[in-house]
């Protein structure tokens, strides 16, 4: 079976676990702040603090943004349903800008007239999220243009750049996840980096006053800090198998996407734009003994996208607005890639 992700792990990946293990000094110590610098030095970053899940380090960056009660704070409709979780939890307000036409990143074009609209009002744009979704590069020099503080995650991105600069080097804070499929992995947990020393700080002395069971644990980071020493050698292997797959791929209907401008992706997976059925085609390759799955499953617009406007007023519309569920025709780019990719 062709699996979707298959976390890329060597022998000598495992030794420097087997080695912390020796130690016997498994939880939370120096090898997650040695994994931290080693990244951040990987992006140009003044450091960090080594978590154990990927929705805590996203909160924590909004926290450390110390945005009014009530402030705006734009995502994609692809971004994870929990970062849309997180944002409300701290009395903060969801607003989202479409994907482009042809790719999965936000529309800088749509966030400048959102943080347009906004400015002035009870609800002005405190921050913005941009992912790297599946590998691809946001229009990082345009959102960090607009002058409102940007969190980027590079969970699925670590390794591209614009042609001039490694994403994650943009934002005031970088969510590096380090999950199995991501491309680099620690077998779980997530960094949450800063790009200026008094923000890297305020990290490390909150780090300092939360649970050790928060904290990614020695021996994971073990793992982490072999594998950013090879992540070059991954984003290398990584666009070998992309290329026999596009090649296969071009003696179809079907496409696959790609980057614009002078900005190089990493191949986080190797994501197909389906024309016809895609339940067809996802049983065809599982006939065939390749795995697939629908690319934005558990998207905050999957989990609170609904069919259409449906003419309601009054109340019940304000009702749905404080829900901040997601009308799927206000992001017809996305809707697409949801149900196509």
Same mark, same amino acid.
Request: aromatic share 4%; proline share 4%; charged share 25%.
């Given at each position: 079976?062709?699996?979707?992700?298959?976390?890329?792990?060597?022998?000598?990946?495992?030794?420097?676990?087997?080695?912390?293990?020796?130690?016997?000094?498994?939880?939370?110590?120096?090898?997650?702040?040695?994994?931290?610098?080693?990244?951040?030095?990987?992006?140009?970053?003044?450091?960090?603090?080594?978590?154990?899940? #990927?929705?805590?380090?996203? @909160? /924590?960056?909004? !926290?450390?943004?110390?945005?009014?009660? %009530?402030?705006?704070? *734009? =995502?994609?409709?692809?971004?994870?349903?929990?970062?849309?979780?997180?944002?409300?939890?701290?009395?903060?307000?969801?607003?989202?800008?479409?994907?482009?036409?042809?790719?999965?990143?936000?529309?800088?074009?749509?966030?400048?007239?959102?943080?347009?609209?906004?400015?002035?009002?009870?609800?002005?744009?405190?921050?913005?999220?941009?992912?790297?979704?599946?590998?691809?590069?946001?229009?990082?020099?345009?959102?960090?243009?607009?002058?409102?503080?940007?969190?980027?995650?590079?969970?699925?991105?670590?390794?591209?750049?614009?042609?001039?600069?490694?994403?994650?080097?943009?934002? #005031?804070?970088?969510?590096? @996840? /380090?999950?199995? !499929?991501?491309?680099?992995?620690?077998? %779980?947990?997530?960094? *949450? =980096?800063?790009?200026?020393?008094?923000?890297?700080?305020?990290?490390?002395?909150?780090?300092?006053?939360?649970?050790?069971?928060?904290?990614?644990?020695?021996?994971?980071?073990?793992?982490?800090?072999?594998?950013?020493?090879?992540?070059?050698?991954?984003?290398?292997?990584?666009?070998?198998?992309?290329?026999?797959?596009?090649?296969?791929?071009?003696?179809?209907?079907?496409?696959?996407?790609?980057?614009?401008?002078?900005?190089?992706?990493?191949?986080?997976?190797?994501?197909?734009?389906?024309?016809?059925?895609?339940?067809?085609?996802?049983?065809?390759?599982?006939?065939?003994?390749?795995?697939?799955?629908?690319?934005?499953?558990?998207?905050?617009?999957?989990?609170?996208?609904?069919?259409?406007?449906?003419?309601?007023?009054?109340?019940?519309?304000?009702?749905?607005?404080?829900?901040?569920?997601?009308?799927?025709?206000?992001?017809?780019?996305?809707?697409?890639?949801?149900?196509?990719?």
């Amino acid at each position: 079976m062709i699996l979707v992700a298959r976390p890329s792990i060597r022998r000598k990946d495992m030794d420097a676990v087997l080695s912390c293990m020796v130690t016997d000094s498994l939880g939370p110590g120096s090898l997650s702040g040695q994994l931290c610098d080693s990244v951040s030095n990987y992006l140009s970053l003044a450091g960090g603090i080594a978590l154990r899940e #990927r929705t805590r380090a996203f @909160g /924590l960056a909004l !926290d450390h943004l110390s945005l009014s009660p %009530g402030a705006s704070v *734009v =995502l994609d409709p692809l971004a994870p349903h929990s970062y849309h979780e997180q944002v409300l939890a701290r009395t903060l307000r969801p607003v989202y800008a479409d994907v482009v036409a042809d790719s999965v990143s936000i529309d800088a074009a749509d966030v400048a007239a959102l943080v347009e609209e906004l400015s002035g009002s009870s609800n002005p744009v405190g921050a913005v999220v941009a992912q790297a979704h599946l590998g691809f590069v946001p229009q990082l020099d345009e959102l960090a243009a607009l002058g409102v503080p940007l969190i980027e995650d590079v969970s699925e991105g670590l390794g591209a750049n614009t042609g001039e600069d490694r994403v994650g080097q943009f934002g #005031r804070f970088t969510i590096v @996840g /380090l999950e199995p !499929d991501d491309i680099i992995t620690a077998g %779980g947990g997530c960094l *949450v =980096l800063a790009k200026s020393r008094g923000d890297r700080t305020a990290l490390r002395r909150t780090a300092d006053r939360l649970p050790a069971d928060t904290l990614l644990p020695d021996m994971n980071a073990a793992l982490g800090t072999i594998q950013i020493k090879e992540i070059e050698r991954y984003i290398a292997r990584r666009t070998e198998i992309a290329s026999a797959f596009q090649n296969a791929l071009m003696r179809g209907r079907h496409r696959s996407l790609v980057q614009a401008g002078d900005a190089q992706n990493v191949h986080f997976g190797f994501p197909v734009l389906i024309e016809g059925s895609v339940s067809d085609v996802a049983t065809y390759a599982r006939k065939k003994g390749v795995e697939t799955t629908l690319a934005f499953a558990r998207s905050a617009l999957d989990t609170y996208g609904r069919p259409e406007r449906d003419g309601r007023d009054g109340d019940e519309a304000e009702q749905d607005e404080s829900e901040h569920l997601l009308a799927e025709s206000d992001f017809p780019h996305a809707r697409s890639f949801l149900m196509r990719l």
